[in-house]
């Protein structure tokens, strides 16, 4: 295990709080080594986190220190085992993902305008899941088959969830989809130009 790794794990949470991205003790980040997941503890804010409080669990979900994991654990497991690319789950409940996943009309097909070429590059497809509670078996398996074919999910009235091949990719998905959420508030009620669908075919071609 490297312990660069998992320091780089407890910086990125001290980040995501410093910026207002997460709050409390909401938010949870872990990373895959292995068949060993090493993912923040319940109960405790992602700010001043260090390795030593990091919890250590298997596949199965099996405990492998005395450290608690994040009540969440069961959908960071799904994702690992249903998107053999995964390497680090970012959960946030970021203020404008969590304020587009609260509007009661979202078209599934079409969460979010294609405002910028980056959403492309980095977000989409975004899945966008019905409610569950949090922590619920039902949330871990609806996530799971989601994170076949998606790396970013919405889940809604809750918050966002980027997977990645590396933690640094999972914290760009996850910031990018914040972004782009709140620039469609931001924009909400003027005239926007969209990218067209030949921008889009061409963005999805050379970056995907």
Not at 20 to 46: C, Q, Y
Not at 150 to 164: T, V
Request: negative net charge; charged residues 25%.
């Amino acid at each position: 295990m490297s312990l660069e790794l998992l320091e780089h794990l407890c910086q990125a949470g001290d980040n995501f709080y410093d910026r207002g991205h997460a709050f409390g003790s909401t938010g949870n980040l872990s990373v895959r080594v292995g068949d060993e997941i090493w993912i923040t503890p319940t109960g405790k804010p992602l700010k001043g986190l260090t390795p030593a409080l990091l919890a250590r669990i298997d596949l199965q979900g099996n405990p492998l220190d005395t450290n608690r994991p994040s009540k969440e654990f069961p959908f960071h497991l799904a994702i690992y085992r249903n998107r053999e690319v995964a390497r680090a789950v970012v959960h946030l409940h970021s203020t404008y993902s969590v304020a587009l996943s609260c509007l009661e009309e979202i078209a599934p097909e079409k969460p979010l305008p294609a405002i910028t070429p980056y959403y492309f590059m980095r977000v989409a497809p975004l899945a966008v899941l019905p409610y569950f509670r949090p922590g619920s078996g039902d949330l871990g398996e609806a996530v799971g088959k989601a994170a076949a074919g998606h790396h970013c999910l919405l889940l809604r009235n809750h918050g966002l969830i980027a997977a990645g091949s590396s933690l640094n990719e999972a914290i760009d998905c996850a910031e990018e989809l914040e972004e782009t959420c709140r620039l469609f508030f931001v924009l909400r009620g003027e005239r926007v130009r969209e990218l067209t669908a030949r921008e889009i075919e061409e963005l999805c071609r050379i970056f995907k």
